[in-house]
């Protein structure tokens, strides 16, 4: 008789050992349903911006700075004036010295080409986001982008589709 009794333990032990508590289930449904309410939450509240880039050239006149850009024609019906733009000189990296400020300040203008120009301001004088004063002496190149708009980071990773 004990060696029965010895089997039917060994038989409730082993499939004890061999299942998952109820309450784990439940507790990993849930942690992975918050999981993903969280990660859905953040990604509706995460605004991400949507950007053209383009070259400039930046050029003294008087006691400011004409600043054209030269941009793409695809898109370019997207920019508007008074969009916030960020310039970046190419004999400055934008890494180190980071980029100045500015403004649009009119609507893209169709070359004969496949490129657009539009005429940018910088806002105040030449004071980069790190806290650098920039020269661009006579006469400057570099980048820009322009922030055409901000949208949320789910509408990026799922894009659908206006009809």
């Known amino acids: ?3 029965h009794t ?3 333990e060994k038989n409730e032990i082993n499939e004890v050992m061999g299942s998952t508590p109820s309450w784990m289930h439940r507790c990993g449904i849930l942690l992975l349903v918050l999981t993903v309410g969280l990660l859905g939450t953040l990604s509706l509240m995460i605004q991400y911006p ?3 880039e383009g070259r ?3 050029r003294p006149a008087g006691d ?3 600043v ?3 941009l793409p024609v695809y898109g370019s ?3 508007k004036a008074g969009q916030a733009v960020f310039v970046s000189m190419d004999k400055y990296p934008r890494e180190e010295f980071g980029e100045l400020p500015g403004t649009v300040i009119s609507n893209p203008v169709q070359g004969t080409g496949q490129d657009a120009t539009v005429q940018i301001t910088l806002n105040g004088p030449l004071k980069s ?3 650098h004063t920039l020269d661009p002496g006579a006469r400057a190149s570099g980048r820009c982008t322009i922030v055409i708009g901000k949208a949320p980071l789910l509408a990026k990773l799922l894009p659908l589709k206006k009809r």
Request: proline residues 4%.
């Open 68 to 70: 054209m850009a030269t």
């Open 129 to 131: 986001t790190n806290g």
């Open 50 to 52: 949507d950007v053209m």
């Open 6 to 8: 010895a089997s039917i």
């Open 77 to 79: 019906g997207r920019i």
């Open 1 to 3: 008789m004990p060696e």
């Open 56 to 58: 400039v050239e930046i």
């Open 64 to 66: 400011h700075y004409s």
